[in-house]
T-cell receptor
Framework: AQSVAQPEDQVNVAEGNPLTVKCTYSVSGNPYLFWYVQYPNRGLQFLLK??????LVKGSYGFEAEFNKSQTSFHLKKPSALVSDSALYFC????????????????FGTGTKLQVIP | EAQVTQNPRYLITVTGKKLTVTCSQN?????MSWYRQDPGLGLRQIYY???????DKGDVPEGYKVSRKEKRNFPLILESPSPNQTSLYFC?????????????FGPGTRLLVL
């Protein structure tokens, strides 16, 4: 069974400081990894994904994430946090390859609330 | 504008009164899905559909029904809602069934069952 862990329910960071939101995963096989952001009263928005290739993935709004296969991690980072980055962040994983019946389930983490303090 | 829409956005109902939450996408996506979001549990998949007339259960299908008669629509039906179905519901779509495809989410429907 595949799983995603976001060990921190909340992360607080001062505006202008670098931020990291942690994600570790467990799958049988090669993973596809995603980060989504949810602003208050809004649906989830795609930030970035890792499919294959370069371990450092750049996404929307200046966010990036590094795929680390040995540590099974996909932490989300940003060099300088903005107050407008305050939101709920979800990591998700899907195993690559074609499963019998064609469906690969995606599993979401429980979410990390990012609070950027002015 | 490419989008996934859901209606209603907010709904208060009573136990046992059938309800339907509609979901529609204008991107000609093959794959659609319903999730519920609960504090501390993240998003859990209820049902998904790989194409018209092809649906299957996700992780938490009990108490829910779906249908996919048209490619763009994927309604979620609660035949007899119960208080444990109070939650925030999201519909999502993606272009095709491939692992690296991005999901596009609707704005959510907040349901309270009394």
């Amino acid at each position: 069974a595949q799983s995603v862990a976001q060990p921190e329910d909340q992360v607080n960071v001062a505006e202008g400081n670098p931020l990291t939101v942690k994600c570790t995963y467990s799958v049988s096989g090669n993973p596809y990894l995603f980060w989504y952001v949810q602003y208050p009263n809004r649906g989830l928005q795609f930030l970035l994904k890792y499919i294959t290739g370069d371990n450092l993935v750049k996404g929307s709004y200046g966010f990036e994430a590094e795929f680390n296969k040995s540590q099974t991690s996909f932490h989300l980072k940003k060099p300088s946090a903005l107050v407008s980055d305050s939101a709920l962040y979800f990591c998700a994983v899907r195993v690559s390859g074609r499963k019998s019946g064609g469906y690969q389930k995606v599993t979401f983490g429980t979410g990390t609330k990012l609070q950027v303090i002015p | 504008e490419a989008q996934v829409t859901q209606n209603p956005r907010y709904l208060i109902t009573v136990t046992g009164k059938k309800l339907t939450v509609t979901c529609s996408q204008n991107m000609n996506h093959e794959y659609m899905s319903w999730y519920r979001q609960d504090p501390g549990l993240g998003l859990r998949q209820i049902y998904y559909s790989m194409n018209v007339e092809v649906t299957d259960k996700g992780d938490v299908p009990e108490g829910y029904k779906v249908s996919r008669k048209e490619k763009r629509n994927f309604p979620l039906i609660l035949e007899s809602p119960s208080p444990n179905q109070t939650s925030l519901y999201f519909c999502a779509s993606q272009r095709r069934l491939a692992g690296g495809e991005t999901q596009y989410f609707g704005p959510g429907t907040r349901l309270l069952v009394l």
